[in-house]
């Protein structure tokens, strides 16, 4: 080696090594590059799942955006075959659980657990639909995701136990390209997204977030309560995002670290809470929901003693009315059947001669309840049935009193004596009599009905003694005393028709009466002038012609024996019966 070599290598020797080392690995790299691309599909496999995700999660919604923003008719077209279906399967889903649920509504209506329910919705101010929703709906949470809003990778999953993994990276682009179509094609201001569809089985609600969105696959019917559970824990997830102010990688990278993420979002816990949610009631609704069980309380037991009483009272009204029965003379109680206080059967025996039995049902006081009446005819032997059946066969005329007791019948008083002839013998065959006591005085109707028509002559006849016709001079009468006239008219005739009807001989006597002036013989003509004048007056008021051309024309008395002018009749009855 020459010295110039030499000298190169002492001045140079250290930047030739570190260039030698340099274009070394300049041509290692340009292999690596060559290579890169054969190796990177089993490098992206090796990689961690969470660190890649977390770093292609910018890059990957950036493409993503643009790609939609300039391909947006062809992603439209792709789409298309896989939204109209899913749409119409949603729409009619929501119509068969509308229906199911309307139909658990009618069952449930009126039953004892539906009026239980309508309690619970008017104690709590729900509607009667949500109380029968919280009561009947079924559901599970099987798969939740969270999903970055912009990029649209999975930065964590949870699912219930004993399921089968969903791919949740082909999930999350799907629901991210359906939620940014609806927001670019469907939407109108660019701010509404998609909130439910029905994915086989399961329904798929999602929740959106300004950064985060949380998609959750449910199977049956959950409340609107759970909505308000996610989109609280979707909260919560999104300030512990705001907590790492520094990058947003670090942010995600903080909640997916986060230790109460997998509790936070577990189907169970969710489930759990939106029950607790549903069933929370606030102190003081639970305070005024305890006087509605209390009223539906006190109003039931006021029908409970309300319906005892009517029953006791009911039950006291059946019993008073049937001792009044088998005391019912002619009447034989058979049964008194009463299935409620709306039917009453009464069956028995009852007398043609006995009382009837409906005065005693409406004294009963049954509630207007009309005892059905199956009533067989018999013969009674009470007392009391039988004077009534014996005065009716016996015809007892006025005078005639009919008794019985113990079973003897007993008559006495006083009657014709072709009735006591004809009735003695009968009265021993009425039914029921063992014995006749029989004390009737019988007598000719004929002897009282002339001592009757005797006492009414002498009546009359006294009656007439009184009236007097007075004379203001020799035949001429005064007005008032004219005017007695009549009353003496009709008093004889009543006499001569009671004396033709008995047979008893009256005479009548017509007197004239002067006063102590003039002589004898003047007096004496007056009189029998006032005495033929009254004859004539009396004919003219239709006294019969028989009883007064019978008449004893009498001078009467005067002086002394007189002390008026005028005239009078009297009649004179004969003595002894004819």
Not at 28 to 44: M, Y
Not at 179 to 208: K, M, P, T, Y
Not at 376 to 397: H, I, Y
Not at 499 to 526: C, K, M, R
Request: hydrophobic share 45%.
């Amino acid at each position: 080696m020459g010295d110039l070599e030499r000298l190169k290598h002492l001045l140079i020797a250290d930047e030739r090594e570190v260039l030698s080392r340099v274009e070394r690995r300049v041509e290692a790299l340009e292999r690596v590059n060559v290579e890169l691309a054969s190796q990177l599909p089993s490098l992206v496999r090796a990689a961690p799942v969470e660190p890649m995700n977390r770093a292609l999660a910018n890059p990957v919604a950036a493409a993503l955006g643009s790609a939609v923003q300039r391909n947006r008719t062809s992603i439209v077209d792709a789409l298309f075959p896989v939204i109209g279906p899913i749409i119409r399967k949603a729409i009619a889903e929501a119509l068969r659980g509308l229906m199911r649920d309307m139909n658990r509504v009618l069952e449930s209506t009126f039953t004892p657990r539906g009026i239980r329910w309508r309690i619970e919705a008017w104690s709590s101010g729900l509607p009667y639909a949500h109380v029968v929703l919280k009561h009947t709906l079924r559901y599970q949470i099987d798969h939740v995701f969270l999903i970055e809003r912009d990029s649209g990778l999975v930065l964590h999953r949870v699912s219930g136990p004993g399921l089968p993994e969903l791919d949740a990276d082909a999930i999350a682009g799907m629901l991210t390209a359906i939620g940014q179509f609806v927001r670019d094609s469907v939407s109108r201001d660019g701010d509404e997204s998609l909130e439910a569809a029905r994915v086989g089985e399961h329904l798929l609600w999602i929740v959106e977030g300004p950064r985060a969105s949380l998609a959750c696959f449910i199977q049956g019917v959950p409340p609107d309560e759970l909505r308000s559970v996610l989109s609280d824990r979707l909260e919560q997830i999104h300030a512990d995002m705001l907590g790492a102010e520094a990058d947003p990688e670090d942010a995600m990278e903080a909640v997916a670290r986060s230790a109460d993420l997998d509790a936070s979002l577990d189907p169970m816990s969710l489930v759990a809470a939106s029950a607790s949610m549903v069933e929370q009631e606030s102190p003081a609704r639970k305070r005024s929901a305890r006087w509605p069980w209390l009223l539906v309380l006190l109003v039931l037991l006021a029908v409970l003693g309300w319906h005892y009483l009517r029953v006791h009272r009911w039950n006291g009204q059946v019993l008073q009315l049937r001792t009044q029965l088998e005391k019912h003379p002619g009447f034989q109680l058979s049964a008194l059947e009463s299935e409620s206080w709306e039917k009453l059967t009464i069956r028995g025996l009852l007398d043609a001669d006995a009382e009837p039995l409906a005065p005693l049902l409406d004294a009963a006081g049954l509630d207007g309840v009309k005892p059905e009446l199956q009533i067989r005819g018999f013969v009674s032997t009470d007392d009391v049935v039988l004077a009534k059946r014996a005065r009716r066969m016996l015809d007892a005329p006025h005078g005639v009193q009919v008794e019985v007791k113990d079973g003897v019948l007993r008559v006495l008083g006083d009657a014709e004596q072709e009735w006591a002839t004809r009735e003695q013998p009968r009265a021993s065959l009425i039914a029921g009599v063992q014995r006749v006591d029989w004390q009737v005085r019988g007598h000719d109707p004929r002897t009282a009905a002339r001592a009757a028509a005797r006492a009414e002559l002498q009546e009359i006849s006294a009656r007439l003694d009184k009236t007097r016709v007075i004379f203001l001079r020799d035949s001429e009468a005064d007005a008032e005393s004219a005017a007695s006239l009549g009353a003496m008219a009709s008093a004889l005739s009543r006499a001569q028709v009671l004396a033709v009807e008995s047979g008893i001989p009256i005479t009548l006597h017509v007197f004239g009466y002067t006063d102590t002036p003039g002589t004898e013989q003047i007096n004496l003509d007056l009189r029998v002038a006032r005495a033929a004048w009254l004859r004539d007056k009396l004919r003219e008021n239709g006294v019969d012609e028989k009883l007064l051309g019978g008449a004893v024309m009498d001078s009467g008395a005067s002086g002394k024996d007189s002390v008026f002018r005028g005239a009078g009749v009297r009649i004179e009855i004969a003595d002894g019966t004819p």
